[in-house]
């Protein structure tokens, strides 16, 4: 790994830049108004195969040339992609065998993109001689500032050569089908292998899959794309070492990428992030994504520096709609990104196109022009972001919530208790509380490292093998508070329940020991004593050293315990066998954090102004981001780096930023 220098100099700000779209005169146009904004880094090449190779071996790289110079010209630095996640149709017509099939059994097609297979050799060769041949004309190009590798790896695949793959993995993994037959229970339902040749990805089934024949396919799908992804970056790398190597990820539950795991290949953490949510909820999705990317940039590079590759200018895409973001909606959504380490803001992208399939996503040069609402924002935050090269440091997080890919994979298995289920739906819950509650937060996989972090939540983290329970016995042992909800560590790494009671993992640690799931219905609620309502979730708790916090108010569990908390030594070790109500949670963290230790960034920020500090051995600097349509009173002080005045004990103005250097 690279140590890079993403940590230093200015933040990078542009996008994704499509020059093979677009006659050449309009990108003339394009530095232009690049210049005008401020941009500093564009990403180049992403969907270009077929306009880079338009038959097999034969490259156009003419104006790729022209489009580099030109940038290199005009002070604009290029992110190159591999455009390997859009193979031209001469490649399918060529390799039939490498187009992907579904469970389904059902061959897809090109006319879109991401149509390959990324086992299949035929892909995998022609991936790497495009990587290899821009490399070797551009690895020294003056522009170059970053290698981005492919587009958001996250496809999957049931073909032969898939299928083929993942026996071989499987053998890796389970050393032998007795290893297999173990892992996946298959003595349930007849599934007993005696050879390896009967062994397939997991196809559409009659009735409920084999769960730890999902979960290793995923797992496998992992590793096979991280597979692709290292061999370009090794070619590329080789081509000139100075030069960082990355992709950007994509986040989503259809994802079959462990990111932790990943993080270590990159030489940079790259994420797209596009929120969902109108109603507030996509500030809150923003700061979760943020502090993702930041855990995964620790277990890489140990720095909180990582890049936010990919975001919308003026939508949310909501499902089936788009929302035009309101006036400085944008701004903030940049800033809770830097706030939280971005090293840059990136958008998708630089000028919308007028035609293909995404030719209404939102662009900086919209349809309307540069004369526009969306561009003049695009100015100012270019304007903006040249003010912010003194803030450096780490984030203050007291709090860290584990995410755990292969937990959320497991959960999405038919035959659990609930479909209600969802391990980055309990991420977000819980994190959506924490931010309400104004703590900062770090967002860690099993196993990173802990570093003065107070309190420690594990929200359905359902499996844990024997190194994430040391981890977590470890950190308690130490003095550090833990909160865990329901159905974590109830399963062991190839998804097979820990018997005894649950949660099998943790159960010592907590002080109790869970009998019987009693899942709730859609909508159903069940009082708590002390207010509140659980919803979701609830079971029958024994307690066993722990002592109860609030109760069950009604129905079969009347009287019996749905959150404890366990003395151990220093620590305490909270249990919550329920999803509460977003009020009753948010209190009930806030307690445990308070007990823990950990402070708010900002305990005068009112309701709806997020607050994140950044510190080093230098200074601190406080961000503040006004969500609300009110001006907001807010008794700090300090430079505010936006503006360059005094900003002290003051309003800060509906919808606006500030971000202060503190005394
Ligand atoms: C990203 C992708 C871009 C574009 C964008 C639209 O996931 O990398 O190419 O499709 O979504 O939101």
């Not at 933040?11 to 020059?19: F, V």
């Not at 190779?53 to 490259?59: C, D, L, M, Q, T």
């Not at 769960?211 to 096979?224: A, K, V, Y």
């Not at 797209?272 to 943020?290: C, I, K, M, R, W």
Request: net charge negative.
């Amino acid at each position: 790994m690279q140590t890079n220098t993403w940590g230093e100099g200015p933040l990078r700000y542009g996008g994704d830049y499509n020059p093979e779209q677009w006659p050449e005169r309009v990108w003339r146009e394009d530095v232009a108004l690049m210049r005008r904004a401020r941009v500093n880094l564009v990403t180049v090449g992403v969907f270009a195969w077929s306009r880079l190779e338009p038959a097999p071996g034969r490259y156009t790289f003419d104006w790729l040339d022209r489009a580099l110079d030109l940038l290199h010209d005009n002070g604009v630095r290029v992110a190159l992609a591999t455009p390997t996640a859009s193979p031209p149709p001469w490649f399918s017509l060529a390799h039939p065998d490498a187009l992907p099939v579904t469970a389904d059994g059902v061959r897809l097609h090109h006319g879109s993109r991401d149509t390959y297979c990324a086992a299949a050799p035929a892909y995998r060769s022609a991936a790497r001689n495009i990587a290899a041949a821009l490399a070797d004309r551009y690895a020294h190009h003056p522009a170059l500032a970053l290698w981005h590798v492919h587009n958001e790896y996250g496809t999957t695949c049931h073909c032969e050569h898939a299928a083929a793959a993942f026996r071989r993995w499987l053998a890796d993994r389970h050393g032998d089908l007795d290893g297999l037959n173990d892992a996946w229970a298959t003595s349930f339902w007849s599934q007993h292998y005696t050879d390896w040749a009967q062994v397939t990805t997991p196809r559409a089934t009659q009735y409920l899959a084999n769960p730890g024949h999902l979960l290793d396919f995923r797992r496998f799908w992992s590793q096979t794309l991280l597979a692709a992804y290292t061999e370009q970056r090794d070619l590329l790398r080789a081509a000139n070492p100075a030069v960082p190597v990355t992709t950007n990820y994509v986040l989503g539950d259809w994802v079959p990428v462990d990111h932790a795991r990943w993080a270590a290949a990159v030489d940079l953490v790259a994420i797209d992030h596009y929120p969902s949510a109108v109603d507030g909820g996509a500030e809150e999705q923003t700061a979760l994504a943020a502090d993702l990317a930041r855990g995964w940039a620790r277990r890489g590079t140990g720095g909180d520096g990582w890049l936010l590759m990919e975001s919308a200018p003026n939508q949310i895409h909501t499902a089936g709609r788009m929302h035009t973001k309101e006036p400085g909606r944008m701004l903030r959504h940049s800033l809770a990104h830097v706030a939280r380490g971005s090293r840059g803001v990136l958008f998708f992208q630089w000028r919308a196109p007028a035609g293909g399939a995404e030719r209404f996503h939102s662009a900086l040069v919209p349809h309307a022009g540069p004369d526009s609402r969306v561009f003049r924002e695009a100015v100012e935050l270019g304007g903006l972001l040249e003010r912010l090269d003194e803030v450096e440091g780490r984030v203050e997080a007291p709090v860290a919530v584990v995410r755990d890919a292969a937990s959320g994979w497991a959960l999405r298995h038919p035959g659990l208790p609930s479909g209600r289920v969802d391990h980055d739906a309990e991420v977000a819950a819980t994190h959506r509380a924490l931010w309400r509650a104004g703590y900062g937060c770090d967002v860690l996989a099993p196993g990173d490292r802990l570093d003065g972090h107070r309190l420690l939540v594990l929200p359905a983290v359902y499996l844990a093998d024997a190194a994430t329970v040391d981890w977590v016995r470890e950190h308690v042992q130490a003095g550090g508070h833990l909160l865990v909800t329901y159905l974590s560590g109830v399963a062991d790494s190839h998804g097979r329940v820990r018997l005894g009671g649950y949660p099998g993992a943790y159960r010592n640690l907590l002080g109790v020991r869970v009998e019987e799931f009693h899942p709730l219905a859609d909508g159903e609620r069940l009082p708590l004593t002390g207010g509140g309502t659980a919803t979701v979730w609830s079971e029958t708790v024994h307690l066993t050293g722990a002592r109860p916090v609030t109760a069950y108010a009604s129905g079969v569990l009347a009287g019996r315990p749905a959150v404890t908390r366990h003395d151990v030594g220093a620590a305490t070790a909270w249990y919550v066998s329920t999803r509460p109500d977003e009020d009753t949670y948010r209190r009930l963290l806030t307690e445990a954090a308070r007990a823990a230790g950990a402070m708010p960034t900002c305990p005068a920020a009112p309701p709806g102004v997020e607050a994140v500090r950044r510190r080093s051995d230098r200074g601190s600097w406080l961000f503040l981001l006004n969500h609300t349509d009110q001006p907001q009173q807010i008794p700090v002080s300090g430079v505010n780096l936006l503006t360059g005045d005094l900003f002290d004990n003051q309003p800060l103005a509906p919808n606006a930023a500030a971000i202060l250097r503190e005394p």
